[in-house]
């Protein structure tokens, strides 16, 4: 679980933040407690502070992007997460998203295939004082079967299948929330994996960088 965050002069901002989540149909109390509590602005780039706590997309670098917060809380609202699960992130990213499932689950792994990403994100994670959370680098859409079964897996990055290896890994009951392309949009899904397949339900429209890795897209110069 996170703990031993630092202080910081954002509360006003962060109030604010918690109040539009709300107008925009976040009713999970974990989740509106969480966005409350992390440091958004650690984990956007400096000259971005003054934007951290908008509801919008920002760049973070290698042509990745920190999604809008409420994009975020509406995935988390759809894991329905009760502080016990262990939890699989794909696409670390800056870590902001990370941080606020260590608030909401047991055990946070988060797979993050740029190598400078990832380090930025472990230093912003320990620059927030955030606890509970591991970062590997790798190939997120092969998911980590060290740890596996996961009771919840959150894709931050967008596909056209579901890859097999997350269903695989996702034990029965668990969630996986993802943003899958389809007829030329982009529409954030939740999965619910059961003991006879899965369950597949719409959440929202979304746009997200696209999910790279074997059961995912090509990086850019691959065959």
Known sequence: MASGRVGDSYGGFRARLVELLRLKGIEDLSVLRAAGEVPRHLFVPDALRRQAYEDTSLPIGFGQTISQPSTQAT?????????????????????????LL??????????????????????????????????????????????????????????????????EQLAVGGRLVMPRARDGRQVLVRVVRTADGVEESELADAQFVPLIGRHGHPEAGDA
């Open 75 to 99: 995935s988390l609202q759809a894991l329905a997460l009760t502080g016990r699960e262990r939890v699989l992130e794909v696409g670390t990213g800056s870590g902001y998203q990370t941080a």
């Open 102 to 167: 260590t608030f909401l689950a047991d055990h946070v792994l988060s797979i993050e295939r740029i190598p400078e990403l990832a380090r930025q994100a472990r230093a912003n994670l320990d620059a927030a004082g955030i606890r509970g959370a591991q970062v590997v680098v790798g190939d997120g859409s092969l998911g980590w079967r060290p740890l596996a079964p996961f009771d919840a897996i959150l894709v931050a990055a967008a596909g056209g299948d579901l890859p097999r290896p997350l269903l």
